[in-house]
Each structure stands twice: as structure tokens, then as C-alpha cells.
């Protein structure tokens, strides 16, 4: 019951960002952004929290998606729904064929190999550097609004209009998440978390559900980062770089990687505190690494895991 | 065919690098099962306190001294945040520390020395052409590869016939009967974690006086270290050294023929050890899994 409530709350917070937070001092980009990474995180913990495979690349994804969408603006054609469905097919297709590499590994080598794949890609943005910017950034594409028929949603003028098209995605993506988790396809992820060994004792092919988790995260990540090219009309080889694959899983823990909707909340933590240091220090960077280390050291269940029983970590 | 000389020269220097890096972190991920991420930020601040000391030591005293204060500070780190964490199964947060760990080296070596890129003075008995034909062999790249030589032999001997190394080795097989048979295992621990802080120091020191100083320099050689770990073979010290090696040499030929891809052939070259021999070239079947 108390769930309900507090998710019907959360829902309700959510549709009501653009006229509160401009009044606590804030600006709606800044919700689009938690929107958007909170499906990133989301994604990543199909994963990380409920199938316990440790991705530490998951940026990689995330940034195929956002190039992915750019560079169909840029282009291809000027049309919205296309570079979204582009971009997300280029990050996912991409986990979809590296799954398999990964799928057989556990604990550090996986995590090992994701990064060192994550790199790939990064250094591939970087250096083909005539269509993609390289260190500088894909510039030079903007989102265009939305038509239906004879409606059009002007996405491309209004920052709310924008939020909005965000926060359906984020319906969208928690739905199918959602949805995901409750079918056997779900279940077998926390049975494998919780006792791998036991699940290949009973026949189950491990490996596929391990790739599945992995490609169907890298849909996700990927649809993710297409939204994030959008929000900023820009994109960079920052936004595949092992760094964000750090903050994405910090985010995770932070606010707690056995809840379904832990990664929102560490990711409005996380996200407000680095807007809110990097615009009062310089040295914000040390700071988010304190934080890394007082979460590890101090809080390793994160925010929603404090009010669960005691879990063994 | 001079210019691949050249690159080839220039990639097997830059494969030293890794391999000195990779030698630390396979350590470290052996015995400590923890990849540290923060292996860039030892290699920094081995490298900015050989700069620091070098006025007042020399070159030869900051490249003793450089190393060993990394050590030490891996001492500390060591004490202080990793050894509490080692009773929790999930590597996740080891992962999680050494990164942050990363982030706060590498800002505060930026607040300390400054932004932009500092030289390193390399005495110029060891750092002349040795040849004028080839003018890239210069005294001080050999130098580099006969200190790195001369460290992993060091690292193999301390491995193979001192007490300490037969119960690292011990350690790194079976922790539990270790600590069963009377060893210490978080001293053995601590101490495993310094040397290959020391090994991180000694690439910063070496590297710097090639490459020269900047905060994010330990970024650079990292990522390419996991990669020589992963192709040479996971839990392999040796596997770990010719993994670095290779892939340095092989960037560098790439150079040659298509510069864009001298950094992507890497990761290449990793995928393909992975679809052809999954545990690479030395490492065991199942080991850290």
C-alpha cells in the first residue's frame, strides 16, 4: 500500500517538473537530463542489479545511441522519431552482437571486458573524426518537433514540450522494464544473480539469459542516449567515455540496485549534486570521488536498500 | 621502411608502459581481487613527486625515491579504504573505490602542479642518440626497457624464491589455506598491494620522461593495461608483461599505415583473443570467475 502511494507520488512529481522546478531555482533541462539517465541507469540495472552481471561500459551504449541519432539529423533526415529509432537500434545492435563475449564471463573479467569494450567505440568516435567531430563533439543537428497528422508538437522551440516527449519515453521504457521483470524471462535473471551455479544444474542455458539482459540493457542505454543528443543538440565522446560508465553504476548503488526504481532516485542524487558542485567549486571532481568512496565505505545499499531487510553484500 | 622502424620503436616504448602498468594491476588483481582503477592516479603521483624531488634528489634519486612513495601511499590506501572491503563478495565496490579513488588523484594532482604539461629532466648522459641513423633509438628509451626488465626480473625472483613471494604465490592459489597455515594474509595483502603501486610509480617516472607530466596521464595508459591483461591472460604476470608488449607494438605499426586506427586496433585485437582464445594467450580457465 505504501508503495503504491509513493510511486503514485512519484508519478504525479514527475508530471508536475516544469512548473516546480523553476520554482526552486532550478530549469527543466535539468529534468529531462534525470529523466533520461534514469532510463539509462534503469536499463543498466537489468544487468548489473538483477541478473549480477557487473557492466562497467555501459556508456558505450549510451553514447551509440546519442551518435546514432545525431548523425541521422545531421545526415540523413531532419525527423525526430527517425534518429530515435536509429540511434537505438545502433547501441543495441551493437550490446546484441558483443553479447556473446561477454556472456560467459562473471565478476571482474566481465567487468574487465565491458570497459575495454566500451573503449572501442570510444576511441572509434574520436578518431573518425570527419563525420563524427572527433574530440570536439557532434554539432550541427538540432530536433525537430513532432508531427501527427495536423498536430504538431513543438519540441524544437519549447524546453517543457521536450520534457514531456522524455517523460513518455521514460513511461515507455519503465513499462516494458516493468513488464520484462515479472515474466519468466525476469525471474530467471534474479535466479541466476542468486545462484548461477544451481541454474545451469537445472538446465537452463545461463548464457542466452545473460546476453538477453546484456542486449536488451544496451536497447535501453542506447534509447537513452538518443534522447540525451536531443535534449542538448549536441553530443560528444564524453558521453561514451569509462567515466560516465563510472557514474552510471555509482548512481545505481547509490540509490539502491535490488529496487526497480533505486536508479531514479541515486540518479536525481547524483546528477543535482554534480550540477550544484560544479557551479560552486572547481575542484568538483573530487568531491564525486569522495562520494564514490563514502558510498562504498558507508552506504553500500543505497538510499531504497536502507529500507529493505538486511541483503548479504 | 625507416618510418615503420620508427613507429614499431616508438609503440614497443609505449608497450613497455603497459606492460609495467599491467605487471602492478595483474598483482593486484590476483591476490587483492581487486581491479584498481586507481592504478592511473599511483602512476601520477609517482610521477609528480619524482618531478617534485628530482631538483633536489636528481634524476636517479626521484626515479628510486618517485616509486617507492607511490608504494607507500598504496600502503595507506590499502589500510585505510581496501581492507574493509574485502570481506564483500560482490568486486563491485572495490570497482566503485578505486574509481572514485581515480578521480580524486587525478584532481588534486591538477590543483597541486597545474593543468598544463610539465617536462621531466632526463640526465643527458642516458638520453643522446645512441645512433644517427636511427635517431629515434635514443640512450634513454633503452634505458627505460632495461629498467623495466630489470623490475619484472626482480618481480619474478621475489616470486619465485623469497619466502614473502612463495606465500604471495600461495595466496593468489588458495587464500583460505593460506591464512590457515599461519600466514598473515592482510599483511601478505598490504603488502602485494604496495608492490604494485610501486610497479604503477615506476611507469609514471619512466613514461614522464618520454611523454611528460600531466594529471590525466595515468587514463591514458590504463584502459590499454587491461587490455594487455586480458590478451595476455587473466592471472598471468607474464601474460600480463607480452600482452603489453604486443599490443604497443602493434599500435605502433598501425601508426604507420593508418594513424586513425593506432588506438582502436587495440580493442580490435582484444575482441579477437576473445573470440579465438577466451582465457588469452597464458591465463587459466575459470580463474577470477
Request: a positive charge; charged letters at 10%; hydrophobic letters at 55%.
Amino acid at each position: 500500500m505504501t508503495r503504491a502511494v509513493s510511486v503514485a507520488a512519484m508519478w504525479i512529481a514527475l508530471i508536475l517538473v516544469p512548473w516546480w522546478l523553476p520554482m526552486v531555482g532550478s530549469y527543466t533541462a535539468l529534468g529531462s537530463k534525470i529523466l533520461i539517465y534514469a532510463i539509462a541507469t534503469m536499463g543498466l540495472n537489468l544487468v548489473l542489479g538483477f541478473t549480477g552481471g557487473l557492466s562497467f561500459g555501459q556508456a558505450a551504449y549510451f553514447g551509440l545511441g546519442a551518435y546514432g541519432a545525431g548523425m541521422t539529423l545531421k545526415y540523413l533526415a531532419p525527423d525526430t522519431p527517425l534518429a530515435i529509432l536509429i540511434g537505438t537500434l545502433a547501441g543495441g545492435l551493437a550490446a546484441t552482437l558483443l553479447g556473446p563475449l561477454v556472456m560467459r564471463r562473471r565478476g571482474i573479467y566481465f567487468a574487465m571486458i565491458t570497459i575495454a569494450i566500451g573503449q572501442l567505440f570510444y576511441f572509434v568516435m574520436v578518431r573518425w573524426n570527419n563525420v563524427t567531430g572527433g574530440e570536439d563533439g557532434l554539432a550541427g543537428f538540432s530536433r525537430q518537433d513532432i508531427h501527427f497528422g495536423s498536430l504538431t508538437v513543438p519540441i524544437a522551440s519549447s524546453g517543457t514540450a521536450f520534457y514531456y516527449l522524455v517523460l513518455l519515453c521514460f513511461t515507455i521504457a519503465v513499462a516494458i522494464m516493468w513488464t520484462i521483470l515479472q515474466s519468466p524471462l525476469g525471474h530467471t535473471w534474479v535466479a541466476i544473480r542468486e545462484n548461477r551455479r544451481r541454474m545451469e544444474f537445472l538446465g537452463v542455458r545461463v548464457e542466452r539469459y545473460v546476453w538477453a539482459a546484456f542486449a536488451i540493457a544496451g536497447f535501453i542505454t542506447a534509447f537513452a542516449g538518443t534522447l540525451n543528443a536531443l535534449l542538448f543538440n549536441f553530443t560528444s565522446p564524453q558521453d561514451l567515455h569509462w567515466i560516465l560508465s563510472g557514474d552510471f553504476v555509482i548512481m545505481i548503488i547509490l540509490g539502491g540496485m535490488r529496487s526497480f526504481f533505486g536508479p531514479l532516485i541515486g540518479v536525481i542524487i547524483f546528477v543535482v549534486a554534480q550540477d550544484y558542485l560544479s557551479s560552486i567549486t572547481g575542484n568538483w571532481m573530487t568531491f564525486i570521488g569522495m562520494i564514490f568512496v563514502f558510498i562504498v565505505l558507508v552506504f553500500p545499499r543505497g538510499v531504497l536498500g536502507v529500507f529493505r531487510r538486511a541483503e548479504a553484500i | 621502411m625507416e618510418l615503420l622502424l620508427f613507429n614499431a620503436f616508438n609503440g614497443l616504448i609505449q608497450g613497455v608502459f603497459y606492460a609495467l602498468m599491467a605487471l602492478g594491476l595483474a598483482l593486484i588483481l590476483s591476490l587483492n581481487s581487486v581491479i584498481n582503477m586507481a592504478h592511473g592516479g599511483f602512476l601520477v603521483i609517482g610521477a609528480y613527486l619524482a618531478y617534485t624531488l628530482s631538483p633536489y634528489l636528481g634524476f636517479w634519486g626521484a626515479l628510486i625515491v618517485g616509486p617507492a612513495l607511490a608504494g607507500a601511499i598504496g600502503l595507506l590506501v590499502e589500510r585505510v579504504l581496501i581492507r574493509p572491503i574485502y570481506k564483500r563478495v560482490d568486486p563491485i565496490y572495490s570497482l566503485l573505490l578505486t574509481f572514485g579513488l581515480a578521480l580524486i588523484i587525478e584532481d588534486m594532482a591538477r590543483t597541486i602542479w597545474g593543468p598544463q604539461g610539465l617536462p621531466l629532466e632526463v640526465p643527458d648522459v642516458i638520453n643522446s642518440p645512441v645512433s644517427d641513423v636511427y635517431f629515434f633509438i635514443t640512450g634513454y628509451r633503452l634505458f627505460v626497457i632495461g629498467v623495466t626488465a630489470a623490475a619484472a626480473i626482480a618481480l619474478y625472483l621475489l616470486l619465485r624464491y623469497t619466502l614473502l613471494g612463495i606465500r604471495i604465490r600461495a595466496g593468489i592459489r588458495d587464500l583460505e589455506t593460506t591464512a590457515a597455515l599461519g600466514v598473515n594474509i592482510y599483511k601478505l595483502r598490504a603488502l602485494n598491494f604496495g608492490f604494485g603501486c610501486i610497479f604503477a610509480g615506476l611507469a609514471g617516472v619512466l613514461a614522464a620522461g618520454v611523454l611528460g607530466l600531466t594529471p590525466p596521464m595515468g587514463n591514458s595508459l590504463i584502459m590499454p593495461s587491461f587490455v594487455a591483461i586480458i590478451i595476455g591472460g587473466v592471472g598471468s604476470l607474464f601474460g600480463a608483461v607480452l600482452g603489453g608488449l604486443i599490443i604497443g607494438l602493434a599500435a605502433g605499426v598501425v601508426t604507420t599505415y593508418y594513424p586513425a586506427a593506432s588506438e582502436a586496433v587495440i580493442y580490435l585485437m582484444m575482441l579477437i583473443v576473445l573470440v579465438v582464445r577466451p582465457r588469452g594467450l597464458f591465463g587459466e580457465e575459470g580463474l577470477f570467475e
